[in-house]
């Protein structure tokens, strides 16, 4: 009932070579080659391809007012969405972090609610509710007695309004990992060494949770840049952003040149921050058990 | 390449030749050499970082050999995956499937051989029957305590007659009792299976137990390769005499030697040694220092009212730890201020105190004479 | 309570308010009014009829885009969970830290990039492929930017503890690829039911990859309500926002419910 050692079928495994990840990396290596990394260095090529007697799309980019506008409507809107969503933010996950039942999940709930329900959603139900005649003006006509309705559509107002919705529970979420972070024990020991619950929170809970501010607001900013949905559903012509622009550049115009050198200038401030990101918040490390 | 029959009924043999691993800038296992009959039991003897787990790793195909070969039952095993080596291994956590049944786990080598129904559960019952695991085999592992666990680890290791066994500090997650019936569980499997069994273990009283042969390993390296008995009768250096049991260590002076005898200086006078306990190397003759290892139990413990006769020194006791069967003492010794373990396992004998005087006594029969090493690296 | 912990604990509860309002009020008034009798997108609703949704079933193009979401939902489903399951079993295996950050930040990076720009570089390989206006074409795109989150969700539950199961499967006969699918796989299965729920409702909700890829073919519910939007916005559309919605929940709350069993209870001995 002995069997022999060593059988000699060739199988799966003679197919690894060095390291057995590769196995595993190989598929989704390819996929990312062809789907990411290909296409990109095309955009750039594309990009720096400058035709004898035209200028370069990077300069154009930076030098005619039709883009600066743009570049400056999407970078006003980010930080704008990037700054409200902090204020709304960082309490809001305070508060999850701190507060018992029946709070904490009902806070909690609600900002997972919003972010499950998708994007498109979320845009198309606030042009009903920001229009002339839309709910929230309704409301604070009725309780303003105002004359003339507040407008908040198709305009920054409205952008803002949209994208800070968007991006809130991104940034809650991102918060609240870095409050986890933070160990139980280190407020109560300092309120036993003499500090009132405000300077308690302000010189120690705070400052630890800074990484996790600067992660979040990072990337409330980067992604705030790219977005599309909301400022086409909810801007105006003021609001246009860079991504809303380049379908008509392309499909319509066939301006590969600056739409590929728009695209770029953006996914190089993107990739930037989002390295800055995984830093901070050590994002895909492995556990033991 | 036909391989010489490197098999026996129920074993293969293992052969390693100037084995090394080295990750990165850490060499964890440095020129390892060692030859083991078919159906033998050599464990792997030593601290952590001893490399002892390397080589077991590496003779299972978990981790790539830097340099060296591995020949399984004769053939060259160096290159080959983990599950064409026909070795089964126990790990030191048993690594249990958690989503299979005991049955599951057990099991499972056979499915990957693709034996399956009648004939599977033959297999599964014979082995279960083996290590009393009959009634628990539609249990999750979880489910189960740390022995039963363990036993379901060997099991499954073992269903599909691998020929060669290895097995990682099985017994460490164990306790004390438990441990001690293990020991005798798995010489008993040894002999009933008759498989070649490497085992990997920090604890010397393991390896004494059940081993044919122990491999004594300390950074990277086989220090040396015996019987446990020659290994602790014999120990040929410092590291393998402190580690297997205790061990007193005298400075001697050699002041005669031969081919046929030898005499050394110590604090019990001039002692004649064995020509066969002397480990110097063959030119260190008359002047040359060593090391004298004296067990305990080779110490006598004499009443100083009663005088000794010769091979006595004077101590003064400093500590005693009673341990049930025996007791163990430090003692000064008044001359030298050497420090010495002495061990009391006559039954009724007196109990001595701190500050005690007695006579310790030596058997120079027993005594082995070592190289110094203590001002080497 | 004193006077001033009582006005703090007021003003708390005021804002916390106004954040759960402001985060679900919208959905449930865009909800409302897709369920108006009028023809116009006006809150409140005018009487209560479901025709908007029955419109999303009856208008031919409606009904198209519906099914090429579902479609495509399910190929991008299939794509980003298979790939971005091995993906992360690689990066778990690789032994050298740093390199498996290298390789950690090189799968995310899809995610930090706009979905639009990644889909405006699509579109020139994907023409000379031919793959415009095809399901696949789409939900390759979507798939792009749906793996990284397969990859984060599945490395959220491997533990090293699995790798070391899967050493033990080889020394008991399995080939990597055994290991793998039998003892491996099904502790991985409340990451992966997680990072498939995102997948399918990042193909669901995103309406980057079809403006540029889907042609006139593959257009999907997100698109239609965009073109609706500029041509004539009638309670269609909000009918269409709401299914998205209710997908998304129903997504999260499955994906929810199966990774909260339980992941192999009690493995270490005890």
Redesign the interface.
């Known amino acids: 009932?002995?069997?022999?050692?060593?059988?000699r079928s060739w199988?799966?495994?003679d197919l690894?070579v060095g390291?057995?990840?590769?196995?595993?990396?190989?598929?989704?290596l390819v996929?990312?080659a062809?789907?990411?990394v290909?296409?990109?260095v095309?955009?750039v090529i594309v990009s720096l391809n400058v035709a004898p007697g035209t200028i370069s799309p990077y300069v154009s980019v930076l030098s005619e007012p039709i883009y600066l506008r743009v570049i400056s409507n999407t970078a006003v809107s980010a930080l704008g969405t990037t700054i409200l969503c902090l204020l709304?933010g960082y309490?809001?996950a305070y508060?999850i972090h701190v507060l018992p039942s029946p709070?904490r999940p009902?806070?909690l709930s609600?900002?997972?609610?919003?972010?499950?329900?998708?994007?498109?959603?979320?845009a198309?139900?606030?042009?009903?509710?920001l229009?002339d005649?839309?709910?929230v003006n309704?409301a604070l006509m009725r309780a303003f007695k105002f004359s003339e309705p507040f407008e908040m559509l198709y305009n920054q107002r409205g952008v803002l309004i949209g994208m800070t919705?968007v991006m809130?529970?991104f940034m809650v979420l991102t918060l609240l990992g870095a409050m986890a972070r933070v160990p139980a024990r280190l407020v109560p020991a300092a309120r036993t060494l003499g500090a009132s619950a405000f300077r308690a929170f302000g010189l120690v809970f705070l400052p630890m949770t800074m990484p996790g501010v600067l992660a979040g607001m990072m990337?409330t900013f980067?992604?705030s840049?790219?977005?599309?949905?909301v400022p086409?559903?909810l801007g105006g012509a003021g609001q246009t952003t860079v991504?809303m622009i380049?379908?008509d550049l392309?499909?319509g115009m066939g301006r590969w040149g600056i739409?590929?050198a728009l695209?770029i200038t953006?996914?190089v401030i993107?990739?930037f921050?989002?390295?800055i990101?995984?830093s901070l918040t050590r994002?895909?490390e492995?556990?033991?058990? | 390449m036909r391989s010489s029959s490197g098999h026996s009924a129920g074993g293969a043999t293992v052969e390693v030749s100037e084995l090394g691993k080295a990750y990165r800038s850490v060499v964890a296992l440095r020129d390892a050499t060692l030859s083991i009959r078919a159906g033998e039991f050599v464990s792997l003897l030593g601290a952590s970082g001893s490399g002892k787990s390397t080589l077991l790793k590496l003779i299972a195909g978990l981790e790539r050999v830097t340099s060296g070969r591995i020949l399984l039952g004769g053939i060259d095993a160096t290159g080959l995956p983990s599950e064409r080596r026909g070795i089964g291994m126990v790990f030191q956590d048993y690594a249990l499937f958690p989503t299979m049944t005991v049955e599951g786990n057990i099991a499972f080598p056979l499915r990957t051989r693709g034996i399956r129904g009648e004939d599977s559960r033959r297999r599964i019952a014979r082995v279960a029957e083996m290590l009393g695991l009959e009634a628990l085999l539609s249990r999750r592992p979880s489910q189960l305590s740390g022995g039963q666990q363990q036993r379901v680890a060997i099991a499954r290791a073992i269903v599909f007659e691998p020929q060669i066994l290895l097995l990682d500090e099985p017994l460490s997650a164990l306790d004390k009792n438990l441990r001690e019936q293990t020991k005798g569980e798995l010489k008993a499997l040894h002999a009933r299976l008759g498989v070649t069994i490497v085992y990997v273990t920090h604890d010397q009283s393991e390896a004494l137990a059940m081993s044919n042969r122990i491999a004594v390993m300390d950074h990277g390296c086989i220090v040396d390769v015996d019987t446990p008995r020659k290994l602790y009768a014999r120990p040929r250096s410092r590291f393998i005499a402190q580690f297997l049991g205790h061990a007193n260590l005298l400075p001697v002076t050699v002041l005669e030697r031969s081919a046929a005898a030898c005499v050394v200086d110590s604090a019990w006078g001039r002692l004649p040694i064995e020509i066969e306990n002397v480990a110097l190397e063959p030119g260190a003759g008359k002047g040359a220092r060593g090391l004298a290892v004296v067990r305990p139990e080779h110490l006598r413990i004499v009443d100083a009212t009663l005088g000794g006769g010769p091979h006595c020194v004077t101590t003064t006791v400093s500590q005693a730890l009673y341990n049930g069967s025996e007791t163990i003492y430090r003692a000064t010794c008044r001359a030298s201020g050497l420090s010495l373990t002495l061990m009391d396992k006559r039954p009724g004998s007196r109990s001595l105190d701190i500050g005690d005087e007695v006579l310790a006594k030596v058997d120079p029969a027993h005594l082995v004479v070592i190289p110094d090493d203590r001002g080497a690296a | 309570m004193s006077p001033g912990r009582l006005a703090f604990a007021t003003v708390t509860a005021m804002f916390l308010s106004l954040v759960v309002v402001y985060a679900i009020a919208p959905i449930f008034v865009g909800a409302s009014v897709s369920i108006t009798r009028s023809d116009f997108l006006a809150f409140p609703p005018e009487g209560f009829s479901m025709r908007w949704y029955e419109t999303l079933w009856t208008d031919p193009r409606w009904r198209r885009a519906l099914l090429n979401s579902l479609i495509i939902a399910g190929l991008c489903t299939i794509i980003a969970t298979v790939l971005g399951t091995i993906t992360a079993y690689g990066i778990a295996l690789t032994s050298i830290p740093s390199l498996r950050r290298a390789l950690v930040v090189l799968f995310i990076l899809p995610l930090a990039v706009p979905h639009m720009s990644l889909a405006l570089a699509l579109y020139p390989v994907f023409a000379k492929l031919g793959l415009i206006g095809t399901h696949f074409g789409v939900a390759l795109a979507q798939a792009l930017y749906s793996i990284p989150l397969v990859v984060l969700a599945v490395l959220a539950v491997i533990r090293r503890r699995d790798l070391q199961l899967a050493q033990a499967a080889r020394t008991l006969g399995a080939n990597p690829i055994a290991a793998f699918h039998l003892v491996i796989l099904p502790l991985l299965t409340p990451g992966i039911a997680v990072g498939g729920a995102l997948a399918c409702m990042t193909s669901f909700d995103d309406v980057t990859a079809p403006i540029f890829l889907s042609g006139s073919s593959a257009g999907t519910v997100p698109k239609m309500m965009l073109d609706a939007l500029a041509l004539n916005s009638d309670p269609s559309v909000m009918a269409a926002s709401t299914i998205i919605a209710i997908t998304g929940l129903t997504l999260f709350a499955l994906g929810s419910a199966l990774s909260g069993r339980s992941r192999h209870a009690g493995s270490t001995p005890h």
Not at chain 1, 1 to 7: C, E, G, I, K, P
Not at chain 1, 19 to 28: D, I
Not at chain 1, 124 to 129: D, E, G, K, P
């Open positions: 009932m002995t069997q022999a050692l060593a059988r199988g799966p495994s690894l390291n057995a990840s590769l196995l595993w990396l190989a598929p989704g996929a990312v062809i789907l990411f290909w296409p990109i095309q955009l709304i309490p809001t508060a709070w009902i806070v609600a900002v997972l609610f919003s972010y499950a329900v998708g994007t498109m959603p979320r198309f139900s606030w042009i009903v509710l229009g005649r839309g709910l309704q919705h809130l529970p990337m980067v992604y840049l790219g977005f599309f949905v086409a559903v991504v380049l379908r392309t499909l739409a590929s695209s953006v996914i993107c990739v921050g989002a390295a990101y995984v994002l895909g492995i556990e033991e058990h």
